[in-house]
């Protein structure tokens, strides 16, 4: 018996990737869709079973192309084409879908390999128990009521998912959507070095594992995320040093360390003179 799940996304003020709805469906043998011709990218993620998407470009419709997907697969839909999709008859699939758009939906896609002329996904390899794309869709099934920060972290993530798992040769979009997070992490430091921030808590604004999270940091900026975050704060106290009107305890609180002899050993350690040598040292140079 068919099992369908439809979820609105209601807030379409982003604008890199804008998700309108997702959701799942268990089809019965033979159940089809179609012809559709859609306004937005939706993407289907097979589960479990198979199907059969027919495609062609709107118009042409002796241009057409058969395709048949199975479990770890997935197919696109792309606006302006006309397609049709069937369960199969004897092993009917259950998927998962995506309805999406965004000033760098094309370009993510284009990464992962996947376009009108070719809409169907490949894994490199399949393995159903440590799946990471469908760990992501299912976080939006299974919390379909999370923050909406949740929700687009979760697709970003689904994003990545497929680009690491295509056997698409995406070495260098790899490379791309990992310096993606790299800035994403420098600007949340840029904008939060006064708050009492951990590496933790940055890895989580980007959705990413810590571990991984540090890997693709270090492997971008050379240093790691934790003496990057250091450096940036300590810095900042070099500038506000130069200001005599700023005590060295306010400037340890503007700089994220809310105990003044932390931030004086933090910046011995660095710069091998104490906040106020460093302060005598420099007046010189205002």
């Not at 179609?34 to 118009?59: A, D, E, Q, W």
């Not at 169907?120 to 299974?142: G, Q, R, V, W």
């Not at 040769?169 to 959507?177: D, E, F, G, Q």
């Not at 997070?181 to 708050?195: C, L, M, Q, T």
Request: charged share 20%; glycine share 4%; with cysteine.
């Amino acid at each position: 018996m068919a099992d369908f799940k439809s979820y609105i996304f209601n807030n379409i003020n982003y604008v890199d990737i804008i998700l309108y709805q997702f959701g799942s469906e268990r089809c019965d043998p033979l159940h089809s869709f179609g012809p559709t011709v859609k306004n937005h990218f939706l993407f289907h993620y097979v589960l479990s079973g198979k199907g059969r998407l027919y495609s062609f470009n709107k118009g042409t419709q002796n241009d057409s192309s058969i395709y048949t997907i199975k479990a770890g697969e997935g197919f696109l839909l792309t606006p302006n084409i006309i397609n049709t999709y069937e369960a199969d008859k004897d092993d009917p699939w259950n998927y998962v879908w995506v309805e999406f758009e965004g000033l760098k939906a094309q370009r993510y896609l284009e990464e992962i390999g996947l376009s009108s002329k070719n809409p169907i996904f490949t894994p490199k390899e399949y393995n159903n128990d440590d799946n990471s794309i469908k760990d992501n869709l299912m976080f939006l099934l299974n919390n379909p009521s999370a923050p909406d920060s949740a929700i687009l972290g979760h697709l970003y993530l689904f994003f990545y998912a497929l680009l690491e798992n295509s056997s698409f040769n995406n070495t260098k979009s790899a490379s791309n959507l990992q310096e993606f997070y790299v800035r994403e992490a420098i600007n949340y430091i840029e904008k939060n070095y006064n708050n009492n921030i951990s590496v933790e808590n940055i890895a989580k604004w980007c959705n990413l594992d810590r571990s991984y999270f540090g890997k693709i940091f270090k492997n971008s900026m050379k240093t790691t995320p934790q003496e990057f975050l250091i450096k940036y704060r300590l810095s900042k106290a070099c500038e506000m040093l130069k200001d005599n009107n700023i005590s060295i305890r306010e400037i340890s609180e503007l700089t994220g360390y809310p105990n003044q002899f932390h931030f004086s050993r933090s910046f011995k350690e660095f710069y091998n003179i104490s906040p106020r040598q460093w302060r005598n040292q420099n007046k010189t140079k205002l």
